[in-house]
């Protein structure tokens, strides 16, 4: 393909794309596809000869689509929303087309500095202290592929400035006695809250360390004297206590750990504290959500997904640290073939490679300085207060019909509700609802009660999607109830 053949296809791939969106309503919101569906329509082997523009697009429609749940749907209102925006679409070809990698200042100076420039105004616009910024000369945000990579990142980084704090104190080095670094990681033990995400498990499963799952309150948040009471058991049993991932906006049903309580504990047993905010941490930018953070001097980083809940498309997870040497001394390895003239200088600054795991990185920021500027700070506001006005039209919805019940306090876009009584009714029910194709939900289990999760997601959603989804769910609840009387 040459330029201007590209020309011509990029203004259709553009069409085809505004189309798709301008028409998404008119498609079910989930495919009606069996595993394997693909095989069936596509070749087992790659074409040998190159073939039109014009085909592979009508193979787009024709094979892709069919297999595809779409996530901008008004209808679809399962996990949390998948960020996505015409600037931010932009934003991303732009980036595409540069094609840069960003991995060191050198590799290309504009990815690596607008990087930085854009941490700090999402830092300022969610409130962080000033040393959370690159602008501290201290700390800083970078931009990593997903929360998950954020909580293993912060959980090695803290992993490893413990080890090696330890080894310092009792290692003899000019006798020859030493302590083996697996002795200590014997030891080490994290925490977080049953209703952490899953991937903090994996973290501490990948980072060969205990993790010990706390109970939370009656509101489902982690408290500061359950981390405090199991921190001293802990300490009894000669393990060490080293790392606590705390969750703002839980992915069962968004509720949010004490951070302030928290972070006091954490503070006095110099233990590392990582924030997940991986959906509810995007409401930050609105002012009324601060509260939230109170504490957040005493947190060591936090993490969130303006590809979630800021109109951001994947893969953007912003992660933030007070001190960025505890990341780069955790993750630093520098090849000769790497190295420029101002290594030296920048080498913690602006070396992103030694700020995570992979070395190649795309050029991410392009996106969120679109979006940030084409929305602005009040276009983005206004956008997270509506989805959190419309969850709380459909919670009173659920409150007003007597069959159900909500579970837990509706703060953000995200309601859990169930029918009163047995598990089995909402389990047939939430059933029904996906097959018939009208609306898309899953569940979670709160204190072994089964919930229906109704998160608002489209980025235009409006009222009349909330009383199409709460007309359907009572006219599919009437039919599960007809069933029960036969
Ligand atoms: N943390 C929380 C609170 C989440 O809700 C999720 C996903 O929904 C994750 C982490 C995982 O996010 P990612 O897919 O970016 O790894």
């Known amino acids: 393909m040459d330029s201007s053949e590209f020309r011509k296809r990029g203004k259709e791939m553009v069409d085809f794309i505004a189309d798709y969106m301008e028409n998404i309503s008119m498609r079910k919101v989930t495919p009606e596809v069996e595993p394997g569906y693909l095989r069936q329509l596509i070749p087992p082997k790659a074409p040998k000869k190159s073939q039109e523009f014009s085909d592979v697009l009508e193979d787009v429609e024709q094979a892709i689509m069919p297999g595809i749940t779409h996530w901008q749907h008004p209808n679809f209102h399962a996990y949390f929303p998948a960020g996505n925006s015409y600037p931010s679409i932009l934003g991303d070809m732009l980036s595409d087309g540069i094609g840069c990698v960003g991995f060191s200042w050198a590799a290309s100076p504009a990815c690596t500095e607008l990087e930085t420039i854009v941490m700090d105004w999402i830092g300022k616009m969610i409130g962080l202290p000033r040393v959370f910024l690159h602008e501290s000369g201290v700390g800083g945000g970078v931009i990593q592929n997903s929360a998950s990579e954020c909580v293993l990142i912060t959980l090695l980084a803290a992993r490893h400035a413990t080890i090696e704090q330890l080894k310092n104190r009792f290692s003899l080095p000019d006798d020859g006695n030493f302590v083996e670094d697996g002795t200590i990681l014997n030891r080490l033990v994290a925490y977080s809250s049953k209703l952490a995400h899953s991937c903090v498990e994996k973290a501490g499963n990948v980072g060969l360390v205990k993790m010990r799952q706390l109970e939370v309150d009656e509101n489902y948040s982690l408290r500061g004297y359950t981390l405090e009471r199991a921190m001293e058991e802990d300490r009894r049993l000669g393990l060490i206590p080293f790392y606590v991932c705390a969750t703002l906006g839980t992915t069962a049903c968004c509720s949010f750990d004490n951070i302030k309580e928290i972070s006091e504990v954490c503070s006095r047993e110099k233990v590392w504290l990582h924030i997940d905010a991986a959906y509810a941490g995007n409401a930050l930018i609105c002012p009324e959500f601060q509260d939230l953070i109170k504490g957040i001097e005493n947190v060591d980083s936090i993490n969130f997904n303006p590809n979630k809940w800021m109109l951001v498309n994947s893969d953007c997870s912003l992660m933030w640290v007070q001190d960025r040497t505890q990341l780069t001394d955790a993750l630093t390895v520098d090849p ?91 389990q047939k029910l939430l059933r029904m609802l996906n097959e018939s194709g009208k609306l898309h939900m899953v569940p979670a289990l709160i204190n072994e009660h089964y919930v229906i999760r109704f998160a608002v997601c489209a980025q235009n959603a409006e009222d009349d999607d909330i009383i199409f989804a709460w007309r359907i769910i009572g006219q599919l609840t009437e039919d599960l109830m007809n069933e029960k009387r036969l």
């Open 336 to 426: 000769l073939y790497l190295l420029h003239k101002h290594a030296e200088n920048v080498v913690t600054y602006l070396t992103f490679q030694h700020w995570g795991i992979p070395l190649s990185r795309r050029f991410r920021s392009l996106k969120l300085w679109f979006v940030i500027r084409m929305y602005g700070v009040d276009g983005l506001q206004h956008y997270i207060r509506e989805h959190i006005r419309l969850a709380k039209l459909f919670e009173k919805f659920a409150h007003n019909d007597d069959r159900f019940e909500v579970m837990g306090k509706v703060t953000m876009g995200l309601v859990c509700f169930r029918l009163k009584g047995p598990n089995i009714m909402t």
